[in-house]
């Protein structure tokens, strides 16, 4: 979190300094040559991190991956960087200040994820139908991973598209995880049988055979009194 805080406030505060210098395309690229060269360089985590090293002196190794030297504001961001100690996090701000850039050009930069290289018509292919979609410019860059098994990762921004065969199989082996079993009627409660499409048994009739109907009372005519 606080990493993520501090590479957005040095990147915006680098992308301003651009901007208001009409400098945004020179030092974007100069800006990730480096960002590039701190990612290959194996050394670089040891090197922005050793306490003994001079602010000016890291300046220099810096720079100097640049012919002609790095572009005057880069150069001053870069020492202002290291003279508050924030030298560990400029792989991070450099990574935020290509997305920003990207962003105030109308454009996205995106990682594409395949097992095998990528043929250049391929990815252009690619990019033309994502910047049709988007309504802006993509680019992405390729790399290759054999553990991907076919298929490919797409990357932008924030979001991530997998594709690859491994994710395929991931989610079916968490499908049937999490399928459900079937359980057990429990002991000793019997399962009344099922009825459904069955006619009801008709109920049977009372032994003896109809009854008879019981024969009027006949009514007795009163005698008067005399």
Known sequence: MLASLIAERYA?????AAQAQGS??????????????????ESAAAFLG????????????????????????LKAFL???????????????LHKFAELRDEAEG???GSL???????????????????RRLGRAVALVPYT?????????LKLGDTVFDGTLRMRLAKLGRLLAQ???????????????????????????????PKKKAAPKRKTAKKGKI
């Open 179 to 209: 399928g459900a079993q079937p359980s057990a009627p429990s002991a000793g409660r019997a399962k009344a049988p099922s009825t459904r499409g069955k006619a009801a048994a008709p109920k049977a009739k009372p032994s003896g055979g």
């Open 145 to 153: 991973d054999k553990g991907l098994l076919g298929g490919a990762v």
């Open 79 to 93: 020492l202002a960087v290291l003279e508050q100690k924030r030298e560990r996090f400029l792989p991070a701000i």
């Open 50 to 73: 050793d306490p003994l090293a001079q602010p000016q002196g890291k300046l220099e190794i810096l720079s100097g991956i640049f012919e002609g030297g790095a572009h005057p504001i």
């Open 113 to 131: 994820g395949t097992a095998r290289p990528l043929a250049p018509a391929e990815r252009k292919l690619l990019e033309a139908t994502l910047s």
């Open 24 to 41: 945004l395309a020179d030092i974007g690229a100069q800006a990730e040559t480096l960002r590039l060269g701190l990612v290959s360089a």
């Open 107 to 109: 454009r996205s930069t």
């Open 12 to 16: 915006k505060a680098l992308l301003r």
